[in-house]
């Protein structure tokens, strides 16, 4: 998933807004099942993000990683010089520490 903030919008300013989704087999998915949690904390910290859902004690599950059986996510802020203007999400159902 790519989240990408409104060119007008201030940096880290304003919210988010699904840009696109695609999924293994190289087709656009909808917004749907993704940890919001885990982009919003990408957000605030300015840090990426790898979380190996199940027994990760680094990142407490939360109610959208159980529900959608999220196993791995990797999440990175995108910037542009200093201004951080998106978040690239990749998970995984499959397969735990699927990223490192």
Do not use: M
Request: proline letters at 5%; one cysteine or more; hydrophobic letters at 35%.
């Amino acid at each position: 998933f790519l989240f990408l903030y409104k060119e007008d919008e201030p940096q880290g300013g304003g919210e988010l807004h699904f840009r696109v989704g695609r999924n293994a087999g190289k087709r656009d998915i909808p917004l749907s099942s993704y940890s919001s949690s885990v982009v919003k904390q990408v957000c605030r910290s300015r840090h990426p993000a790898v979380i190996n859902a199940e027994g990760d004690e680094t990142f407490s599950p939360t109610e959208s990683i159980v529900s959608h059986n999220l196993r791995s996510i990797i999440a990175a802020p995108l910037f542009l010089k200093e201004d951080l203007f998106g978040v690239l999400y990749v998970d995984s159902r499959l397969v735990r520490g699927a990223f490192s």
